[in-house]
């Protein structure tokens, strides 16, 4: 049986490619149903899955989680914490909690994912727990803007929708780590490409702002 195995060559180009997306990237507020507001549960499930794609912030930290699940120790418990403090974040924002500064906040947690994916701290569980309880918060929070004065069932699609996506890409990019023949050299490249683009988010937000 033939496994895939993922090259230094490969991983390099992987890791080059990621931050020049963000001259692609799309607002964090658009959604598949245009500024509308999701009124059902079809809209508000297509908004849910396509949501954490079209941010790539968002993407971004979703890589460094599935990266750091396929080559530790850590396994699916990362994917699942940061689903879980994702939903807590969503549901914080529909309670009318204000949670300031929320964009730089996101663009901060990448830089600190890729910071602890490229760096001597990478398998230090409590560092990412902290990490990935926080960021998830910020992360639904964000997310949370697009239903917003929904409807229940809407707002329930949603919420599912997202946790498919993010925990399916998590698990995909965990399984393809997972073969990686140089599991550091990996963790290196995908968090230096996931730090750059935190930068570079947390510097075009400031500017814009």
């Not at 997972?178 to 550091?184: F, K, T, V």
Request: charged content about 10%; proline content about 4%; overall charge positive.
């Amino acid at each position: 049986m033939r496994h895939y195995i993922l090259s230094a060559k490969q991983a390099l180009c992987l890791a080059a490619l990621l931050p020049g997306l963000l001259l692609a990237r799309s607002a964090a507020a658009h959604h598949p149903t245009g500024s509308l507001v999701p009124a059902n549960f079809n809209d508000g499930l297509l908004s849910g899955l396509a949501h954490p794609i079209i941010g790539l912030d968002h993407l971004a930290f979703i890589v460094a989680i599935g990266v750091a699940a396929g080559i530790s120790r850590f396994g699916a418990a990362l994917p699942v914490l940061f689903v879980v403090a994702s939903t807590a974040g969503v549901a914080l924002h529909l309670s009318k909690f204000a949670l300031p500064a929320v964009e730089p906040l996101v663009a901060i947690s990448v830089i600190l994912a890729g910071a602890l994916l490229a760096g001597p701290r990478m398998r230090s569980s409590a560092v990412w727990i902290g990490l990935l309880a926080a960021a998830g918060i910020a992360h639904g929070y964000a997310h949370g803007e697009t239903v917003a004065g929904a409807e229940r069932p809407a707002v329930v699609a949603y919420v599912l929708g997202l946790a498919l996506t993010q925990g399916g890409l998590m698990t995909g990019i965990a399984a393809l780590s997972s073969r990686s023949s140089d599991a550091r050299l990996t963790s290196r490249l995908a968090g230096a490409a996931v730090f750059v683009l935190g930068l570079v988010t947390l510097a075009t937000g400031a500017i814009a702002g």
